[in-house]
């Protein structure tokens, strides 16, 4: 490098004088001074090409000797396999955890939203009504297009079963605002949304491509739903779907659920929004604060007290995904900064080893940079080479977390990985090399050839300035790694903590199947009523078979409230009345369930339609609403009901987690299917308690159903304990995906602390001899040894614990039951730590006990 | 220097100027300006060297190790740059030289025959 700025230094010169040469010849040959000069310029030619042209055959030297470096690398790696071995291992961990992790976030959190102009939908936490939705599109100017869906089970008829598929019943608002145009035919219009309006569906594809066979000619013919038929006029394309949810067709909602589209009251329907160009969030915010509030003013009983703050649809798609998103890539970032520390531990040792190599080599002329380039081009090189193994271990573990974890990345885009993934992936591997190489290279050109070939020679406790760094290296190490373990003891706990919280039911051997009524034939109640009564009695006429029905089961992702008005309580105004979860069983649901009852009695078959109407509520409701006196006996009603429908409270029974095991119990009111007069509660899920719930007992349990009706869709059977599961997935996942990091962690962290101990004891062979010749015995050499282990734990320990304080806090959101700083976790965990630096440190200590002095001794 | 005198010249085959600089440099180290000199004045000045095309090609010779510059006195007493042949650039001379001596005499026997065959 150097000798090129000097040649090119002197270039100028030459031309000067070269010029000059050739003038003073022309005047000689007898020119005048004036035409010689102009002539010899003419002749050199071009000066500016010129200088291109040299400074150009200097930047080839440089590439030229960039190749060589790598050739030479590859040369000295091939000589040492198992140093090249362990270095590539290390960082293909470490770039692999980190490639995979990034390729969820990629998919998840960083790929946009698969329709127009992604940015500018916005949607919100609540539901709307269609009248809700009418207003405000019709008021909001900001909005350039705005729609809702609502989820309904129905029935696909036309099949050899009947089929239950999932509905979107749609606002005519949705396609327009999603902006994704149809394969076939067209999408819902505003015009299809209208009551008495035809028939007509739209399918996805790959309904479409399951029930249709694919047919191109689709558009025109008719479908069986609910017992009904509906004209097929549109199929989305492959990969279109509204978010969070998987819809195998969308039919307009004031058709095909006219009921429910004619109540303001009844927020059913989630809603998607296109922010007009140029307009704000901030802006739309307010914007709709003043639509909530004229809506509130002119309707006060079904809008008062609703909150509408839009927040961007991929923010709200992947909410709850993304704090442990953040957490995990927070996580496996350390990982890899551990990898790296061992990685640039592991040069540094290399750099010591090779030292009298590289002082021979600046002794013999060998320049500065040059050397710090072949530093760089060895650790580039491996780096490269452990990308190159991270990326194959990256695609397994992305193939890994989805098959573990379908519904956290239940997701609008598929992941898997791509170029970006893999640009990630290799810039990862090459800043390492560089930055990581940086410390070991410089160290080769510091070396100080006098100083270091004298030491070299003859040493007793040489080699101390780059085991400084290497402690410094495997001390940091110790800290982050403690990090990780403290979140992923803290997630332990967590788990612990919720899988030893009461449901409140005994999910054991029970079964689950949920039913929807087709809406024509079954539109009555006593219809409703005769198939529920039917259906118990066939289940419970099995031998050693148990069963009730619910409306809504626990932990089953679906709840109904109802606003509750208490008899003799001041009446509350319109908007401000309690809310409670209210359920419709038949059966001895509380039995089947084994839910316990804390007062009074269970429902009965009496309780039907010919006798008083009761209720049995739950614990919290009767703490919240009437403290200190007796529930059973008091009356409770529907609030905003035309004709008041007064419930006696015959029956209190303990809380069930109807939401979460995470979340309190809501206060709940369970009333007999057979007293309600809510028509279109046309769902419903048998619970069955038999002494061997397994798939086995399917076929008996569906051949029942069918002989009641063969028309009838079995939606989903489930046994309650996959329920339980299903509940506790999200967090298991989480919990299992940080313990791998800490695992991996510790595991490179151990390594590190065996490396840096075994390096010291082999420096300091001499000196131990030394020792222990002059009488030191071998506990003492075990204690110098280990003493330095120790010393570094307890600094990484302190470092890691006020590391672990700072960040465990980020993850409240995914603890349960225990604080972020809970001093049990924390404690475990520096245990867990000291004892693997021990351990790791112990191994070449032993070895140190074992020095034998004369042996030591005479290696000098 | 007329136009015509030019048109008369040949214009340098691409890499043989490095050959005709080592050859050059047999001799005796040699400043750039005498290098081109040399160089057209051993070729009966049919061999043209645009002279500033020198320099490139004297620093890619350097960088390969083929020559070596050093600070040196001119005939006239001035600081100048020689520049003069390495031990690897005497042997790449003897390999240059074959290959040109075997590629002139290739491209001779396929240009006789053109002779004798006359036109068409």
């Known amino acids: 490098m150097k000798r090129r700025q000097h040649m090119l230094e002197d270039l100028d010169r030459d031309i000067r004088e070269h010029i000059e040469r050739e003038t003073q010849d022309n005047i000689d040959r007898g020119m005048a001074p004036d035409e010689a000069k102009y002539a010899a310029i003419r002749k050199f030619g071009n000066v500016t090409q010129m200088k291109e042209d040299t400074r150009e055959v200097w930047t080839m030297l440089w590439l030229d000797q960039f190749a060589q470096d790598l050739r030479f690398a590859a040369r000295m790696l091939r000589k040492s396999p198992g140093f090249a071995a362990a270095a590539i291992l290390t960082l293909a961990l470490g770039i692999g955890a980190n490639t995979a992790i990034f390729t969820v976030i990629h998919a998840v959190l960083l790929e946009p939203l698969p329709y127009a102009n992604p940015q500018e939908l916005v949607t919100w936490h609540g539901n709307e009504s269609q009248l809700e939705i009418d207003d405000i599109r019709q008021q909001a100017d900001f909005f350039s297009a705005g729609g809702g869906v609502n989820p309904e089970a129905v029935t696909y008829t036309d099949g050899t079963e009947p089929v239950g598929v999932h509905a979107g019943y749609t606002d005519g608002g949705l396609f327009p605002v999603l ?158 900064l551990i990898a790296c520390a061992n990685f640039a531990g592991l040069l540094l040792a290399r750099s010591e080893a090779r030292r009298r190599e590289m002082v021979i080599r600046a002794a013999l002329g060998g320049g500065r940079r040059r050397l710090i380039f072949q530093g760089l081009a060895e650790s580039s090189l491996l780096a490269l080479m452990g990308g190159a193994a991270a990326l194959p271990l990256a695609a397994l573990c992305v193939r890994a977390l989805v098959a573990a974890k379908p519904a956290m990345l239940a997701h609008q885009n598929p992941i898997s990985m791509d170029a970006a993934v893999m640009a990630f992936g290799i810039g990862v591997s090459l800043l390492t090399g560089l930055i990581f190489g940086m410390a070991p290279a410089w160290s080769y050109s510091r070396a100080d050839v006098a100083e270091s070939l004298k030491r070299e020679g003859r040493t007793a406790t040489a080699g101390r300035g780059g085991l400084g760094f290497r402690k410094a290296l495997v001390t940091t190490e110790i800290g982050m790694a403690l990090v990780l373990l403290t979140g992923t003891g803290l997630l332990v706990r967590s788990f612990a903590q919720l899988r030893s919280v009461d449901p409140g039911f005994d999910p054991a051997r029970v079964m689950a199947i949920h039913i929807q009524l087709p809406t024509v034939r079954y539109a009555e109640i006593p219809k409703q009523l005769q198939f529920r009564r039917g259906l118990l009695d066939r289940l419970n006429a099995l031998p050693g078979v148990q069963a009730a029905m619910a409306s809504d089961i626990p932990l089953d992702g679906n709840e109904l409230t109802h606003n509750l008005a208490i008899e003799g309580q001041a009446p509350v105004t319109e908007g401000d009345e309690p809310e409670v979860d209210t359920i419709c069983v038949m059966g001895d649901y509380f039995g089947v369930m084994r839910i316990a009852m804390r007062a009074g009695r269970a429902l009965t078959p009496q309780d039907d339609e010919n006798h008083p109407l009761v209720a049995v509520v739950n614990e919290s409701l009767a703490r919240r609403y009437f403290a200190g006196q007796d529930a059973i006996g008091q009356r409770i009603r529907w609030a905003r009901e035309k004709e008041p429908r007064w419930m006696t409270i015959v029956g209190v029974v303990a809380d069930v987690k109807q939401y979460s095991l995470a979340e309190p119990a809501y206060p709940a009111v369970f009333t007999p299917f057979a007293q309600t007069d809510e028509g279109w509660r046309r769902w419903m899920a048998v619970v069955v308690r038999m002494p061997d719930a397994t798939a086995a007992q399917l076929p008996t349990i569906k051949r029942q159903v069918w002989d009641l009706d063969p028309q009838i869709p079995l939606n989903r059977i489930v046994s309650l304990d996959e329920l339980m599961g299903l509940s506790l997935a999200e967090r298991q996942f989480n919990m299992s995906l940080l313990g791998l990091f800490a695992a991996l962690s510790v595991v490179l962290v151990a390594v590190g602390i065996y490396g840096v101990t075994a390096y010291s004891v082999s420096q300091r062979t001499h000196e131990i001899g030394i020792r222990i010749a002059v009488g030191a015995r071998r506990l003492d050499v075990l204690r110098l040894v280990m003493g330095q282990g120790v010393r570094m734990a307890a600094l990484g320990t302190a470092l890691g614990l006020a590391g672990a304080f700072a960040l465990t806090r980020l993850m409240t959101k995914l603890l349960f039951g225990i604080s972020a700083t809970d001093p049990l976790t924390f404690a475990a965990v520096v245990g867990l730590m000291l004892a693997v630096v021990l351990v790791a440190s112990f191994v070449p200590a032993r070895r140190a006990m074992r020095v034998d002095p004369m042996v030591a001794l005479r290696y000098e | 220097m007329s136009t015509r005198e030019e048109k008369e010249r040949i214009e340098l085959l691409q890499g043989t100027l490095d050959l005709l600089i080592l050859r050059t440099l047999v001799l005796g180290p040699a400043h750039g300006h005498a290098i081109a000199k040399a160089i057209e004045y051993r070729s009966d000045e049919v061999l043209q060297v645009e002279q500033g095309s020198l320099y490139p090609a004297l620093h890619r010779l350097i960088r390969r190790g083929w020559i070596a510059a050093e600070e040196g006195t001119s005939e006239n007493n001035r600081r100048a740059k020689y520049y003069r042949l390495t031990a690897r650039g005497r042997k790449q001379l003897t390999l240059e030289t074959n290959k040109w001596a075997k590629l002139a005499g290739a491209i001779g026997r396929v240009l006789r025959p053109s002779k004798q065959e006359g036109r068409p």
């Not at chain 1, 394969?183 to 015009?191: I, V």
């Not at chain 1, 249709?212 to 006029?233: M, S």
């Not at chain 1, 909530?292 to 709200?316: C, F, I, K, M």
Request: charged fraction near 20%; include cysteine.
């Open chain 1, 179 to 336: 902006g994704v145009a149809p394969m076939l035919g067209r999408a819902l219009t505003m015009d299809d949304n209208r009551f008495g309006g035809p028939r007509v569906a739209v399918l996805s594809y790959s309904f479409w491509r399951d029930y249709l066979a694919g047919d191109p000619n689709a558009v025109g013919k008719t479908i069986g739903v609910d017992d009904n038929r509906y004209t097929v006029i549109g199929v989305m394309p492959s990969g279109f779907g509204v978010p969070a949810y998987d819809f195998d067709l969308y039919l307009p909602l004031r058709v095909a659920y006219a009921d429910a589209a004619r109540y303001r009251g009844v927020h059913f329907m989630n809603t998607y929004w296109r922010l007009k160009p140029g307009v704000s969030l901030h802006q739309a915010a307010a914007g709709l604060a003043t639509i909530s509030a004229r809506l509130a003013r002119d309707y006060p009983g079904e809008e008062r007290n609703r909150v509408r703050t839009p927040v961007p649809l991929a923010q709200a798609v992947t909410g709850d995904v993304r704090p442990a998103l953040l957490i995990l890539s927070g996580a496996v970032c350390l990982v890899l």
